[in-house]
């Protein structure tokens, strides 16, 4: 199926986050969708399918324009989209998540649909339990369990947005497995990203937003600075490494062992200093989310002692920890970090008001107004949080940390964000780091990330965590060859 975007306008208010973008994607192929924060990327795949209107232009299916004025609509055409952030239902079974969405609705037999639920994801080498709950899964099975519906709807054209922000590499070569799969099956792909490497190795052509405006198209052999021009308007670079001085010992974990239902980490001793930052590197759901959960005071510890400051903090409440100058920063920055439907300025309320600090809404404003400069958020004091684009609510969430922590714990800082983005969160992170001593906890999928910004590096392997390793005396190889379990105790169901 062709699908050709005409003359796409699309305000929010004063912001024009779809500028006149024509666009033609060839049916069977991967294209790719590039563009910094706010670009204009969700904007304008939400419009292909259906959840928004377009204020001007047509969409045309092999060439006849179509009207939608709902998702149902835009799968009726054949269109489905994987959002951003999952819009799966947590609280329903697998099977029940399956058939949402389908025509006939209570008249379908649930073998059926349990049987055709079993059989796609038997095609692409899912493993989906049709009677396990939503929620139990990880991103990435929520992910092949939408791209399972969509097809069962009659998809032919499935748009992913940022598909592999939440997902572990291995769940990575899968996805991308199934997409040069559904592509030579004649499926079109729109593959919206920020990472070039990901542009390379899957899409036949990419097209750049910038400003809400299609700034070029390219097709293979890629030129990748040309790309980061385009996305950008300037050449971006990531910089030298640089290291803050280390000081006195902020955070200490003596033989500690957490456990979780997943997973057991055990026999972790280890000394953070003032201004360090480690790296946790590792598949997703080797133990670095709980080893970083237990040292905010999240989970109790099973065994081993937190120390923070000198203070024993073993088995305190995260609000001791809080109080002590640790705070932490969730992945799911819509489910645990920030509140649907309140805006920035009540955010920025809420985060203060545990400090007693704001008296009036005068000077809320002010510092909110303050807070949206320096941390360059594309919105405004009153703009809700789901109206801010995904690397506008990962700055959000960064701008309401307090200054002057001790030690700040977070998975995936950068998640979600475009490169220049990601370098300034760092430029912030490394500042606290230098000036205010901070120490830095953090776990991340990517591993240039890990090595560039990191002092000592932690790889975990189900559950079993290496010596810290000074970033300066490894390298990306050897890292990956860590997490994949090399010069680890291999127990039998241990290797990936
Ligand atoms: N519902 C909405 N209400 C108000 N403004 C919105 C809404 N949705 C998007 N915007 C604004 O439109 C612009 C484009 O947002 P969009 O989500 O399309 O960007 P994006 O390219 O997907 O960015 P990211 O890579 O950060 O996800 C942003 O400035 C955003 O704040
Ligand atoms: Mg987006």
Redesign the pocket.
């Known amino acids: 199926m062709e699908i050709e975007l005409r003359h796409i306008h699309k305000y929010?208010?004063p912001?024009h986050?779809n500028d006149d973008i024509t666009l033609t994607i060839p049916s069977g192929s991967i294209q790719g969708l590039l563009?910094e924060?706010?670009?204009?990327?969700?904007?304008l795949m939400k419009i292909l399918s259906g959840y928004l209107r377009p204020d001007a232009g047509e969409i045309r299916i092999n060439g006849s324009p179509i009207e939608m004025h709902s998702p149902a609509d835009a799968i009726r055409f054949g269109i489905g989209m994987l959002h951003?952030d999952p819009m799966d239902f947590p609280p329903m079974r697998v099977l029940d998540n399956f058939m949402v969405g389908y025509p006939e609705g209570l008249l379908l037999p649930r073998e059926e649909a349990r049987q055709a639920l079993l059989d796609l994801s038997a095609q692409f080498g899912f493993s989906l339990d049709p009677d396990a709950y939503v929620e139990s899964l990880t991103v990435g099975e929520r992910q092949q369990l939408e791209i399972v519906r969509l097809l069962w709807l009659g998809a032919q054209v499935l748009i992913f947005d940022e598909p592999t922000t939440g997902i572990s590499a291995q769940q990575k070569e899968k996805l991308f497995a199934a997409l040069h799969r559904l592509a030579d099956e004649g499926k079109t792909i729109i593959f919206v990203t920020?990472k070039l490497e990901e542009v390379e190795i899957l899409c036949d052509q990419v097209a750049v937003?910038r400003a809400g405006k299609l700034v070029g198209e390219a097709k293979p052999p890629y030129d990748l600075d040309a790309l980061v021009e385009m996305m950008f308007g300037k050449v971006v670079t990531k910089g030298e490494r640089v290291s803050a001085p280390l000081g006195k010992p902020v955070l200490q974990l003596k033989n500690l062992a957490v456990e979780s239902h997943r997973i057991r980490i055990a026999g972790v001793n280890l000394e953070v200093r003032e201004g360090e930052v480690i790296g946790l590197a590792g598949m997703e759901g080797s133990g670095q989310r709980q080893l970083l959960r237990a040292c905010a005071g999240l989970i109790r510890p099973v065994e081993g002692e937190i120390w923070v400051d000198g203070h024993n903090l073993t088995g305190k409440p995260y609000h001791d920890f809080m109080r002590h100058g640790v705070a932490y920063v969730p992945a799911a920055r819509l489910e645990e970090g920030l509140v649907p439907n309140l805006t920035l300025l009540e955010h920025m309320i809420l985060a203060d008001e545990q400090r007693g600090l704001i008296i009036d809404r005068q000077a809320a404003l002010d510092l909110t107004k303050e807070r949206i400069k320096t941390f360059n958020i594309?919105?405004r004091p009153h703009s809700t949080i789901e109206?801010?684009?995904?690397?506008?609510q990962q700055r959000a969430l960064l701008a309401l940390l307090r200054p002057g922590l001790r030690l700040l714990l977070m998975e995936h800082p950068t998640r979600?964000l475009?490169m220049e983005s990601a370098i300034w969160v760092w430029q912030t992170l490394k500042r606290r780091c230098r000036e205010e001593k901070t120490a830095i906890f953090f776990m991340s999928s990517d591993l240039e990330e890990i090595l560039h910004y990191s002092d000592r590096i932690l790889v975990f392997f189900s559950g079993q965590v290496s010596e810290p390793i000074p970033a300066t005396e490894t390298d990306i190889e050897q890292l990956g060859q860590l997490i994949g379990g090399r010069g680890f105790n291999t127990p039998e169901e241990a290797t990936p």
């Open positions: 929010f208010g912001v986050a563009g924060n706010g670009a204009g990327k969700s904007t951003q920020h937003l594309r919105g109206s801010l684009s995904g690397g506008n979600g475009d």
